[in-house]
């Protein structure tokens, strides 16, 4: 009788430090205040541990930002349903995403330095995670029912997301406090950001 343990693998465990302490290290001192030194001690292995699993540092941070940006995304589609209308899955897409990025600050701070950061940007394109078919039929949607601006896809992302990542920003460092009310609110203004 054969049986099988739940736990992940021991391989899988040392990868999971290495990207935790790496997620606390690079949002906490950034990408060159972090060295692997560092990392190794924060992950509690040995630094040889940490190339066993990444080539180095700069592969760290990409399989960092990737896993990230996945989990985002899952949860930015919590509790979608296709049948919603266009404004509902507005809606839903903004709210999950508001509070996933306040929920988990250091996640938030790392993918934000990692899309800003000048000597990571050609690399950056090289592994974008494709927009998943429900964020393209969303925007593809919205274009058919002539209801968005005829901008890019992209375009009209950042006119989303620049001003949800600034109130995430102000969020976190408490600048602004939000009640549902002021969330609304703008929301309501990225939604007319978009609209014809």
Not at 143 to 157: C, D, E, H, N, R
Request: glycine share 6%; aromatic share 12%; hydrophobic share 40%.
């Amino acid at each position: 009788m054969n049986v099988h343990s739940d736990a992940p693998p021991a391989k899988d465990e040392k990868r999971r430090q290495i990207l935790e302490a790496a997620l606390e290290l690079f949002s906490d001192y950034g990408f060159h205040g972090a060295s692997m030194a560092k990392l190794a001690e924060k992950a509690g292995v040995p630094v040889g541990t940490i190339y066993r699993h990444f080539k180095g540092k700069e592969e760290l941070i990409h399989a960092l930002y990737v896993e990230m940006k996945r989990e985002r995304l899952a949860a930015t589609l919590e509790g979608y349903d296709p049948a919603m209308s266009l404004r509902a899955r507005f809606e839903l897409f903004w709210m999950n995403t508001y509070a996933y990025c306040v929920t988990h600050p250091r996640k938030f701070k790392f993918t934000e330095q990692y899309a800003f950061s000048p000597y990571l940007r050609d690399v950056t394109k090289a592994i974008q995670i494709d927009m998943s078919s429900e964020l393209a039929r969303f925007f593809g949607d919205g274009y058919a029912q002539g209801v968005f601006k005829s901008l890019p896809p992209q375009i009209l992302s950042a006119l989303i997301s620049g001003p949800l990542n600034a109130l995430v920003t102000r969020a976190i460092a408490d600048i602004v406090t939000l009640d549902q009310t002021d969330q609304q609110s703008v929301m309501d203004a990225c939604w007319d950001a978009i609209t014809v």
